[in-house]
């Protein structure tokens, strides 16, 4: 898959992470082939760079304030020794202009407050800056800024306009409730946050209740436990349970059966899961080895360009086989998972997976 990544890069003039080129960028610098990760990786991440002008989007799926997390993240992994501040200084004022203007009335991850204010908690992280210097400062109050915008866009909704907002991590529920699990552990606004926090939880829960099983249903479980106390919840374990075995007897999308066996193997200690992890890997590698990749992921006939991103995309499928394989999953980082404390995964064999289920 990375040779056809490799072929198809520079056709295409999407450069986010749920579209485009920040996506492969993360695949070649985390390959296993040597040459993809230490040479082509820095030329097709500068490519990158050279095409971001005027008319990009802001939003973090899409847009600006993916890319910036993109570089951060490559930078505290250690892949990239330029500070990002040099690289992306005019970017980010935009960005912080955007949230202290109020010019944001966007709720979802990929393309509102939480994906932005994401790329600031990317900031945060950057050793180089004393805690009260003026740039964390600016950063502290970015944050907040997102959260009371955010607080005040759902307070104002209707219960319709609360529903037409799916489940899904990039386009729903699920990724404002990654974004805030991420700002509740910095201990800012903590009433404000703890309210916010509770009610996005409760519009997840309800939804999960009310609506027919679906795998688009598993983004909000695996997000729900992201919160540790939710493994010492008996009756949300056995939903969870409950949900799995459910679910099991649906036919999966190809497109997200890789990264649906990569949460669900994160969900380990649920029954069930290590099980129907193993079998989405099985089904989307077999789909590979039988399907030619120019048929699973065309190039758009008009400009030449592949589906290549997060969503649906080329790396959608190749990077989270990637990490069943190697347990490295440091990577959903991008996604609001947070700072993964060990960045492995405990990848349990195929007779491990058939004793849990």
């Not at 899409?62 to 690289?87: C, D, T, V």
């Not at 899904?168 to 800012?188: A, H, K, M, T």
């Not at 519009?203 to 679906?214: F, G, Q, R």
Request: hydrophobic share 40%; with cysteine.
């Amino acid at each position: 898959m990375i040779n056809y990544l490799h072929l198809n890069f520079s056709f295409s003039d999407h450069l986010g992470l749920i579209d485009g080129k920040s996506s492969a960028a993360i695949y070649f610098f985390l390959g296993k082939n040597n040459y993809y990760s230490e040479e082509i990786s820095f030329s097709f991440l500068e490519e990158l760079l050279g095409q971001i002008n005027q008319n990009i989007s802001l939003d973090y799926g899409s847009g600006l304030a993916g890319i910036g997390s993109l570089i951060n993240y490559l930078h505290k992994k250690g892949f990239l020794e330029e500070s990002p501040i040099r690289l992306f200084s005019e970017p980010e004022d935009t960005l912080i202009k955007v949230l202290f203007g109020a010019r944001c009335r966007e709720i979802t991850f990929s393309q509102g407050l939480p994906g932005i204010g994401m790329y600031f908690l990317f900031r945060l992280k950057d050793k180089s800056f004393s805690e009260d210097s003026f740039q964390v400062m600016r950063y502290k109050e970015a944050i907040i800024a997102s959260i009371d915008q955010l607080d005040h866009l759902i307070k104002g909704m209707q219960i319709q306009e609360l529903n037409q907002y799916d489940l899904s991590i990039w386009n729903g529920w699920s990724g404002v409730y990654l974004y805030l699990l991420q700002v509740e552990q910095l201990g800012y606004i903590k009433e404000k946050i703890a309210e916010l926090t509770h009610k996005v939880r409760k519009i997840i829960t309800d939804k999960l209740a009310e609506e027919k099983v679906s795998w688009l249903q598993l983004e909000a479980w695996w997000t729900l436990f992201q919160e540790p106390s939710s493994w010492q919840n008996e009756k949300m374990v056995a939903r969870m349970e409950m949900y799995i075995e459910h679910v099991s007897k649906e036919q999966v999308d190809f497109y997200q059966s890789a990264i649906y066996a990569l949460f669900l193997n994160l969900l380990d200690k649920a029954t069930g899961a290590l099980a129907l992890s193993k079998q989405l890997e099985q089904y989307s590698r077999k789909t590979l080895e039988e399907i030619p990749l120019s048929r699973l992921f065309p190039a758009d006939p008009r400009t030449g360009a592949i589906p290549m991103g997060l969503e649906r995309g080329v790396v959608g499928t190749a990077l989270p086989l990637q990490s069943l394989e190697t347990g490295n999953c440091d990577w959903l980082e991008l996604l609001g998972m947070g700072e993964m404390k060990n960045g492995k995964l405990k990848i349990k064999n195929e007779k491990q997976a058939e004793d849990v289920s």
